[in-house]
């Protein structure tokens, strides 16, 4: 296991020729896209919160006034007069001000060369030190460039230096395509500044730049450098998102940069990123193929090639995305991360809450990035007010409640059609603070923040849900199992329905996690016992007529059998309410994923790494390292983004998560170690991976059975590990004394006390379960 610079790299020998083969810098507010190029670098900019649009609230009071008799369509099966109804005073139109994320323009910097070949050309990513590198040798003199984004000093530095002084010379200059000026600031700076429409920010980009030896000057748009040995640029951008002067802010960041060497600013931003970057390392076999650059060897995946490298290397870049694109007081990451090269971005480029904001941090805790879902949180947070303003004027309901799609403005309304509506967004995210605190044991933070939106999402169903008039459950709705459709009896395509079996779950695990949130704070009981009561009320998860988990109330036939979203496995993953204690539902939902999969189902990135964490969830090591490789083969750039298509970052994060799911899960009650490893990976280990109940694991194992682990007790809970094979003696070990164990049904289970390391060997039979 090696975190090493040499190790953790994504390189290649040629520059980019198109932005998602740039490889990505950030620091949770910039971005940047590093092509790489010999005579022109061309560095893609990016700024969190350059966003076109404005608050705004579109009001709907269609939907209050006709909500029953669409229920009531529903419960009589005239589905096609409830779709119709509600096409008429549900849907919103879409309203410009909603805005889009937005590129912030392109820097160049261009290079007077010598004539002459280029050799020893190598562009390269590095992982454990968040430095972008070019180099090259031209005439003998060889050429070195790197980017990095640094967090604690707030700017985009590059550094550019050549082996022989007075080799550098050039310029610099800053393009936008739209609502842009760039000029002179300063003696060797620049300023583009401009703002994005309808009504969206202004936004400031500073540049300075400091010369070693030779001329530095600024001229009109440009800054012009002559025979320098070394030259580094500071980009500092803002917009009035957080600030009222943006261009003051940036001013003041150059300043206090400029004060410090290249040298001490690159040293604290690897510090800092390593902070976090080193806190887990992953193997899952010898790289045979450290020789070849990354494009290759993802193409070699592409003609059928296995390489277990790209895989640990895969995990990892989803960790640096993360810490790239989600930090303290930073927006959390959008549909793209931070990276942008568009205007007009698929999908907005905003936090889409159906499933794809939430991807983005489903490694966040397992993956040892904790502290990097506080963006996410803070987002939610937000939300809260209009999230209560939206459900009393749309559904006359108390609690908070949130649709399909978010963003900065913090916009809760935006339904062009009827499809798209859905209420379980905030219900959905209630999730995420919920196993906050279950890896961190945060009690403060539960209580403070997570508890009180949870409540706030359960109070809304409370008083949405009604009894269904046949069957006596609790039901919610109208809603839609997301963005699919069904063909009801009359003969109707519709999205609608009461109580799809994504709803009953979401609901389900949010009482659930209410329950035990209102326990372990000793309060709210009269709260806790009602949602006890509803909770018993809602409708159960049946099979349909081929054996399927229903996704819909009743067993529908599927408008598209191979949809995207495989809605209702969200008990499966990321919920828990599907298991192998529920045998029945388990089997129900591999026959529902078969069925979606039979149908071409996988086809989009994001979707694809959602099924490598469902067949994890089910125990199929095979087949999730499959589909591991389909994501590779379909939906993966060179530069390794996800391609859903077009590029979208949730399957980079979902992808990473799905392989740690691989290797190990947990939930309450216990940590189950290499439940869906691949024969591909029969030797390995990871360390720093995190489990629920706050335990930090290291383990090892060989010939596909873990025979060494160590685990970090945080929070002092009883640890109850289950292994892939049948665990018959272990010996384990804290501060060199013997701790009592049980083994029961080949499961291990010891006391712990919290900052103690348990050192664990096992010795199995060695036949897998």
Known sequence: ?????????????????????????????????????????????????????????????????????????????????????????????????????????????????????????????????????????????????????????????????????????????????????????????????????????????????????????????????????????????????????????????????????????????????????????????????????????????????????????????????????????????????????????????????????????????????????????????????????????????????????????????????????????AAWLSRHYWDHYLFTGDIKLLEQRAYPFMKEAARFYLDFMVEHPRYKWLVTGPTTSPENTFTAADGTMTALDMSPTMAVQIIDDLFENCIRASEELGQDQAFRELLIQKRSQLPPMKAGKFGQLQEWLEDHEETEPGHRHISHLFGVYPGHSISRKTPDLWSAARIALERRLQHGGGHTGWSCAWIINLWAHLGDGEQAHQYMNTLFTHSTHDNLFDNHPPFQIDGNFGGAAGIVEMLIQSNEDEIRLLPALPGIWATGNIRGVCARNGFELEFYWQDSVVNRAIVYSKLGRRCRLQCNSNVTEAEVLCSNERIPITIDHGSLEFDTQPGKQYQIIFTSDNSLI
Request: glycine fraction near 8%; proline fraction near 4%.
């Open 1 to 425: 296991m090696s975190n090493s610079s040499e190790y953790w790299r994504l390189w290649y020998d040629r520059p980019a020729e198109q932005w998602t083969e740039a490889l990505p810098v950030g620091n949770g507010k910039i971005g940047g896209m590093i092509y790489g190029g010999i005579h022109e670098e061309r560095i893609g900019l990016n700024e969190e919160s350059v966003w076109s649009g404005k608050p705004h609230y579109d009001a709907s009071p269609g939907m209050l006034q006709t909500i029953n008799q669409v229920r009531n369509l529903l419960f009589d099966g005239n589905y096609r007069g409830a779709h119709e109804l509600a096409e008429q005073s549900m849907k919103t139109p879409l309203n410009p001000h909603y805005g889009s994320y937005q590129s912030l323009g392109d820097l160049y910097i261009k290079l007077d060369l010598p004539t002459g070949e280029v050799t020893d050309y190598r562009r390269e990513l590095d992982l454990n030190q968040a430095i972008c590198k070019t180099t090259y040798t031209i005439g003998g003199t060889q050429y070195s460039r790197e980017v990095i984004c640094t967090n604690p000093d707030q700017v985009m530095v590059i550094r550019l230096e050549a082996s022989d002084s007075t080799s550098l010379s050039g310029c610099i200059r800053m393009e936008r395509e739209f609502d842009t000026i760039v000029y002179q600031n300063g003696q060797r700076g620049l300023t583009l500044r401009g703002a994005c429409d309808y009504a969206g920010v202004y936004f400031d980009v500073s540049v300075e730049v400091h010369a070693e030896e030779g001329q530095c000057s600024s001229a009109m748009d440009s800054v012009i450098f002559r025979e320098c040995k070394a030259i580094t640029v500071y980009v500092s951008a803002n917009t009035t998102y957080r600030h009222k002067d943006p261009h003051a802010e940036n001013q003041s960041i150059l300043q206090l940069a400029g004060l410090k060497s290249w040298e001490a600013l690159r040293e604290a931003h690897i510090y800092d990123h390593q902070s976090l970057f080193n806190r887990l390392d992953i193997n899952l076999g010898i790289d045979l193929y450290k020789e070849l650059p990354t494009d290759v060897r993802l193409a070699q995946i592409k003609s059928g090639q296995h390489d277990p490298y790209l895989a640990a290397l895969y995990v990892q870049f989803g960790r640096y995305l993360l810490i790239a694109s989600s930090r303290k007081g930073t927006l959390p990451a959008n549909l793209q991360g931070i990276w942008n090269d568009s205007f007009t971005p698929p999908w907005f480029s905003d936090f889409t809450i159906n499933i794809n904001a939430q991807m983005n941090y489903w490694h966040a805790e397992t993956c040892n990035l904790s502290e990097l879902h506080e963006p996410l949180f803070d987002l939610m947070d937000s939300l809260v007010e209009p999230g209560r303003k939206t459900a009393k004027e749309r559904y006359g309901c108390n609690g908070m409640v949130l649709s399909t799609r978010t963003n900065p403005w913090l916009n809760t309304s935006l339904r062009a059609t009827s499809s798209l509506l859905w209420q379980e967004g």
